[in-house]
């Protein structure tokens, strides 16, 4: 059974509201907000951070609807597994269909290039009959430490329950993965979609973004005083440069929304605040 | 008629010396050559230079050749031109066919912000009975000069001759465009491909070469000492990312270069040093 979307928003501003809090204490600093219209319906409210800790950051919210949903994209062979009630609907089934989508979207890019990138993305979809849940986070550091990423994917471990943390896992080492440099994008993390919408996987994921903050913050506090150098720093920027590529390249979300007409501010709040090649 | 392999090579070669020897005359610093292998077959010769006045630039040689061309991709409709000897060959004609291609490609960064960014590019290419030539120059300077724009496109038309200016550089404002900010990428130039091979077109590639120099180092000499601040300088890095979007989300040649395993160093040249997003 879909939830009514207005609970689904009213959560996902929710989640919005308490990382944006969490972090913004973390940094000291202080995320502005902007809203943005879609001239076709809906809109959204980008929260953007440049602080101290947080070189740049942004957590956005939006809910949007539509006329016509855009044909479901390739690749997508991978996302079939009725156990955990995953199907990708079909192009008849919802491409052209109205439309309604809602989601949070988080990156964080810190100064410090001990203190890694993270990622984190919940969204509810309905078009046509169909209706779903997606979303997932992703570690990306500099520099990795084993007991990071451990306590990283731990708290997902225990959020998702085994089976599903193994199969999910497994679907954002596939999905977060740079093709050209033959290489993950980070540690990898969670990713999910096309959950069939209903009370159970709502709860999932919120449980996902509220995983978010626990998963991260240990981490953040841990590194956030390591001392680095312009060396670093300088291969740090060059570093970013493959979290562009990603996004750019391979990201099915940037894509779309790129492609789509999407508020470009808004998905370019993932991109890095200073990149070198 | 097809030309020799060995003399579109031999001419590119030329090319690519004459302009890098220009350039680093221009810059007072060096370009650095590297060589690489395909593991398909052939491989290329990239000469970068991390200068003062370019703060990077690239004018990368290659010749390869493989077992199965590619399929030709998509948005063609375009590429027909019977009277400029232009028609893009069906997946039919070229898909999954030994092929040869060899090229000239160059991206120049400069340091201030009033020189602009410039891309040159000569590419011959033969799969299954087809061979054609391609290529093309664009300008994209951060803070526009009519009369430098009117420069450029000027020494371009009087190589084109103006029927065949009119069409290529028309192609160019359609192919140098970045969908998702509705602007063109700077101030056009001219673009071509699919010119069926033949002395004539092969004379005319080289002609558009040639006309590299003489259109871009002018402008060059007129701008260097250009004053700027640190304002000019964030606004330049800001500006950019733009470059980045559209090579690596819409450039055929980057996109063709990354699926298909070609060399991410010698690709990557012509992304900017520093960006900010």
């Given amino acids: 059974?879909?939830?009514?979307?207005?609970?689904?928003?009213?959560?996902?501003?929710?989640?919005?509201?308490?990382?944006?809090?969490?972090?913004?204490?973390?940094?000291?600093?202080?995320?502005?907000?902007?809203?943005?219209?879609?001239?076709?319906?809906?809109?959204?409210?980008?929260?953007?951070?440049?602080?101290?800790?947080?070189?740049?950051?942004?957590?956005?919210?939006?809910?949007?609807?539509?006329?016509?949903?855009?044909?479901?994209?390739?690749?997508?062979?991978?996302?079939?597994?009725?156990?955990?009630?995953?199907?990708?609907?079909?192009?008849?089934?919802?491409?052209?269909?109205?439309?309604?989508?809602?989601?949070?979207?988080?990156?964080?890019?810190?100064?410090?290039?001990?203190?890694?990138?993270?990622?984190?993305?919940?969204?509810?979809?309905?078009?046509?009959?169909a209706a779903w849940f997606g979303g997932g986070t992703d570690l990306t550091p500099f520099a990795p430490f084993d007991e990071d990423t451990a306590h990283f994917h731990e708290t997902l471990r225990k959020t998702c329950g085994q089976a599903r943390y193994e199969r999910l896992s497994r679907w954002a080492r596939d999905y977060f993965f740079i093709a050209h440099r033959h290489s993950e994008r980070g540690v990898g993390g969670v990713f999910f979609d096309y959950l069939r919408a209903s009370e159970e996987s709502f709860a999932f994921t919120k449980a996902v973004g509220d995983a978010f903050l626990p998963a991260y913050v240990p981490i953040v506090e841990k590194r956030r005083e390591t001392p680095y150098g312009e060396a670093e720093r300088e291969k740090q920027l060059r570093w970013r440069g493959r979290y562009v590529e990603f996004n750019l390249i391979y990201d099915r979300g940037t894509l779309f929304g790129l492609k789509s007409g999407g508020n470009v501010e808004a998905i370019f709040m993932s991109l890095p605040p200073l990149v070198a090649w």
Same sequence: chains 1, 2.
């Fill in 1 to 129: 059974m879909k939830p009514r979307r207005e609970e689904v928003e009213l959560a996902f501003r929710g989640l919005r509201d308490r990382i944006v809090a969490s972090l913004a204490a973390l940094d000291g600093g202080e995320f502005v907000r902007k809203t943005w219209e879609r001239p076709g319906g809906g809109g959204g409210e980008m929260s953007e951070i440049r602080g101290g800790l947080f070189e740049k950051g942004g957590c956005n919210f939006s809910a949007v609807h539509g006329e016509r949903y855009p044909t479901v994209p390739e690749g997508q062979a991978n996302a079939a597994d009725e156990a955990l009630g995953i199907r990708a609907p079909t192009p008849a089934e919802v491409g052209g269909k109205p439309f309604f989508a809602t989601g949070v979207s988080l990156v964080m890019h810190p100064r410090n290039p001990f203190v890694p990138v993270v990622h984190m993305n919940v969204r509810y979809i309905e078009a046509g009959d």
